[in-house]
């Protein structure tokens, strides 16, 4: 059971920037995509941001295309999401997830992402 720790959230001003990470246990990080989710009070879990076991694929959710961006270093187990430009709208719990299967490129479907982490908190004021 992989076990995922979120960290580097805080409170920052509209148009700061955080970064995001998200580190992993085990070895076979390298084997699998990873996810970032979000989710604000009140609202449904968004699916944010992903990446696949090599990196070389991407995907983003439009509000956030160009602002955020995913990056994964196999060698140290962690993800991250660096994200600029945020908006009080960028306001939620951040976590992580590890796709289901290993090797898979299907970074498109976020039902495919388990292994939550706890969350990091990001609130940016107006």
């Known amino acids: 059971q992989v076990q995922l720790v979120e960290s580097g959230g805080g409170l920052v001003q509209a148009g700061g920037s955080l970064r995001l990470s998200c580190a992993a246990s085990?070895?076979?990080?390298?084997?699998?995509?990873m996810g970032w989710f979000r989710q604000a009070p009140g609202k449904e879990r968004e699916y944010v941001a992903a990446?696949?076991?090599?990196?070389?694929?991407?995907y983003y959710v439009d509000s956030v295309k160009g602002r955020f961006t995913i990056s994964r270093d196999n060698a140290k187990n962690t993800v991250y999401l660096q994200m600029n430009s945020l908006k009080p709208e960028d306001t939620a719990v951040y976590y992580c997830a590890r796709h289901r299967s290993s090797y898979s490129n299907n970074i498109y479907e976020p039902k495919l992402f388990v292994s939550w982490g706890q969350g990091t908190q990001v609130t940016v004021s107006s």
């Open positions: 085990g070895r076979t990080f390298s084997n699998y995509a």
């Open positions: 990446i696949t076991s090599s990196g070389g694929n991407t």
